[in-house]
């Protein structure tokens, strides 16, 4: 059988067994293992935040649908890992901005929010086309992070600097996502690794500057 979907260093020509990809499958159990260990901080710092909870099970299951696309590569698994990260993108910025804003302010936020992914998504695709298609989505989410990291540092700078925390290495899971390919000529099993590792560490960095703001 062939390979379904988005290509990678390790995606072979021909799928034969599991894993599909070895080191971008077993590389998924960093991002549940953060997951698990953010669960574990929230019950013991902060058991009713019932938001938190949500980011938590969001980044296992993350974790546990891109270790089975990876290790499969079918279309139910490539929704199983790109669901629950977009989602918990989305709800991270909105919990985030409701720290601050409150539920409207952040409602309002949100929408903005998304409306200025789409816009500049399209503008970077039409301006520079080489680029991979998240490279503009990045945009809005390195714009609103500042904003609200700058809003974190009059409660808490420990929140603020995680908050920084979390935008570097997401910046940094984007940048090894997109010389995956190019970097096959190098290393043989790609880049793509690192971008669960990163992002995943970046996610749970995210987790603590909320639960740092609720500390306050």
Known sequence: MYPFGPQYCETPDVLTAFPAETWNTW??????????????????????????????????????GSLLWHG????????????????????????????????????LMFVAFLALQYLSALLVDATFPELP?????????????????????????????LGILALVLALSALLFRSIDLWACEYITMGTHFLWHGLLSAGAFSGILSLLALRSK
């Open 133 to 161: 298609f998240f490279a503009g989505v990045a945009i809005p989410v390195v714009l609103l992070g500042l904003l609200l990291t700058w809003r974190s540092y009059r409660v808490s700078g420990r929140a603020a600097l």
């Open 72 to 107: 499969l590569r079918t279309p139910w698994a490539l929704a199983f890992d790109t669901t629950p990260g977009l989602l918990f993108l989305l709800f991270f910025v909105y919990f985030w901005a409701r720290t601050f804003y409150g539920w409207l302010g952040a409602g």
């Open 27 to 64: 590389s998924n159990l960093i991002i549940v293992a953060f997951g698990l260990l953010a669960l574990y901080l929230v019950y013991r710092r902060a058991p009713r935040a019932y938001d938190l909870w949500v980011l938590g099970i969001l980044l296992v299951t993350n974790g546990v």
